[in-house]
């Protein structure tokens, strides 16, 4: 027989290996949920609404499809919608929001006037998934499927979209005069904007790549062609022949709203014949431009996507998943609002 001591001693043994055995299994049974929530962007995931609204993500489909069908354009618009949303105050729909009561509209600040569109879309969108299933389905996650479906319409890469961001109560006319890049902004400008939202070179020379489809005005590249650095001079990165041509209809004045391809060798086809352009000095946009001729990790990036379209492809869609996650309001923070333009009552 043992001694008293001897035996409170095993017993004390046999408590700690019990105690270390409870830890490991608890360790174990939570890693799975610790891992998912990392995997699917901090608690977004793609099947959000598989049970609560199933056909949500065809409705989506099926109404943006209508959409660009009518108007070509109208993908690139969506898609830009987006973008627009996510550098202000995070992918919350804040961009959606009309003026009203303490309420300024982002729609109104110098990257959205005249320019922001596709507001409609969502809107018809958004009633017909209010029909689906009342008070389910965010216009934040709208945007982000409307974008992804934008893309592949077009030609593009097709990706998972994590769901479940919630929509803003509130705007930031100043957050969008401020953070989202300008066309005439430097490259280390435009860097430091992506850098504020956690984003990299690598994301910024890839969505950049989004300029393959759509238009810009006038107004967007005039100091390119007569005045870029405040000398009364071009700009003499971009290709000649092509500033002449674009000069006839972007004069010194007036014509600010004349619309241009930004890749005017296949304007409505998602490909990486941007990229190819920016290699021939011509990208229509000083912010296209820049990241051929400021920055060597840049350069080396616009020269693997002109080369690899499959490159691009895989790239852009892990970079839309990444700018998708910025700050997006999940739990009970935010609403769900039953018309995008405006806060619930």
């Keep these: 027989m043992f001694s008293y001591s001897k035996r409170l001693k095993i017993y004390k043994q046999a408590m700690a290996q019990f105690v270390s055995f409870l830890l490991v299994v608890s360790l174990i049974a939570f890693a799975p949920l610790c891992f ?6 901090g608690y977004l995931y793609p099947q959000f609404y598989d049970h ?9 489909k099926s109404i943006v499809a209508k959409a660009v069908a009518k108007e070509a354009r109208m993908a690139a618009s969506l898609l830009r919608l987006h973008f627009h949303d996510c550098f202000v105050k995070g992918c ?4 959606l929001l009309d003026s009203s009561g303490a309420i300024i509209s982002e729609k109104r600040s110098n990257p959205n006037r005249n320019s922001a569109r596709g507001f409609e879309v969502i809107d018809e ?3 017909a998934l209010e029909k689906e299933c009342p008070h389910i389905v965010s216009c934040a996650d709208i945007m982000a499927l409307a974008a992804r479906d934008s893309t592949v319409l077009t030609g593009g890469p097709s990706w998972e979209v994590p769901l479940g961001r919630r929509d803003s109560r509130g705007a930031s006319l100043s957050g969008s005069n401020n953070n989202i890049p300008a066309p005439n902004n430097t490259f280390q400008t435009i860097l430091t904007k992506f850098k504020l939202q956690g984003l990299n070179v690598v994301d ?4 950049s790549g989004s300029h393959t489809i759509g238009n810009a005005r006038c107004t967007s590249f005039r ?4 005045n870029q650095s405040g000398n009364g001079q071009p700009d003499y990165s971009l290709q000649q022949s092509y500033a002449a041509q674009l000069r006839t209809r ?11 391809f930004l890749d005017f060798a296949s304007p409505t086809k998602f490909d990486n014949s941007y990229f190819k352009l920016l290699l021939a000095s011509k990208g229509l946009l000083n912010s296209d ?5 400021k920055n060597e990790a840049s350069m080396e990036l616009v020269k693997k996507y002109a080369e690899n379209n499959a490159l691009f492809f895989e790239q852009f869609a892990k970079s839309m998943i990444k700018m998708g996650n910025i700050s997006p309001l999940t739990g009970s923070r935010g609403d769900i609002r039953k018309n995008c333009r405006k806060i619930n009552s």
Excluded: E
């Design 204 to 207: 910024l020379v890839a969505l």
């Design 36 to 41: 998912c929530a990392k995997l699917n962007y």
């Design 223 to 226: 100091q390119r062609l007569y």
């Design 92 to 95: 919350d729909a804040s961009i």
């Design 289 to 293: 431009q820049v990241l051929l001729t």
């Design 250 to 260: 972007c004069p010194r004045s007036g014509g600010d709203q004349n619309l241009f």
């Design 52 to 60: 609560s609204c199933p056909k949500a993500q065809q409705i989506v």
């Design 125 to 127: 969108i958004k009633s």
